[in-house]
């Protein structure tokens, strides 16, 4: 699994426990697997089509740092499926994890559109072309 983005949970991202909100959490991840499916796909427009269950183990305080991490399962025609975890750096316990993500491709005109890409595909991460 590739994690390489940390959050740092600051008050504005908990909930009335003082613990982080799970809808700050799953914002994050979104995030994440929006630009890691861009990267990954090179095409800049991608939206999340599905997430199967979401299993919150533990949680995160103000001050913790969390690390999300991703991991590709396969690619579809038009799609790529993604597994994600999240960790307490602080405590070292998961935090959340989902088995699988759809992340879908578009074109220009909002339909989907193949990518051409396979796990035997090279997984380099690489900055759009200009």
Same mark, same amino acid.
Do not use: C, Y
């Given at each position: 699994m590739i994690f390489q983005t940390r959050k740092w949970v600051k008050p504005?991202?908990?909930?009335?426990n003082?613990?982080?909100f799970g809808g700050k959490l799953l914002a994050w991840i979104d995030e994440e697997l929006?630009?890691?499916?861009?990267?990954v796909l090179d095409n800049p427009r991608i939206v999340t089509k599905h997430m199967t269950e979401i299993n919150f183990r533990s949680s995160a305080r103000q001050g913790d740092i969390v690390e999300i991490g991703?991991?590709?399962?396969r690619f579809g025609n038009t799609s790529?499926? #993604? =597994?994600s975890e999240?960790?307490?750096i602080m405590t070292r316990e998961t935090i959340i994890t989902i088995?699988?993500?759809t992340m879908v491709s578009l074109d220009e005109s909002g339909k989907p559109r193949a990518h051409g890409k396979s796990l035997?595909?090279?997984?380099?991460?690489?900055? #759009? =072309?200009?």
């Amino acid at each position: 699994m590739i994690f390489q983005t940390r959050k740092w949970v600051k008050p504005e991202d908990l909930n009335p426990n003082g613990t982080l909100f799970g809808g700050k959490l799953l914002a994050w991840i979104d995030e994440e697997l929006a630009l890691f499916s861009i990267l990954v796909l090179d095409n800049p427009r991608i939206v999340t089509k599905h997430m199967t269950e979401i299993n919150f183990r533990s949680s995160a305080r103000q001050g913790d740092i969390v690390e999300i991490g991703i991991d590709i399962v396969r690619f579809g025609n038009t799609s790529i499926q #993604l =597994k994600s975890e999240v960790r307490n750096i602080m405590t070292r316990e998961t935090i959340i994890t989902i088995d699988s993500i759809t992340m879908v491709s578009l074109d220009e005109s909002g339909k989907p559109r193949a990518h051409g890409k396979s796990l035997s595909t090279p997984n380099d991460i690489k900055p #759009l =072309k200009p």
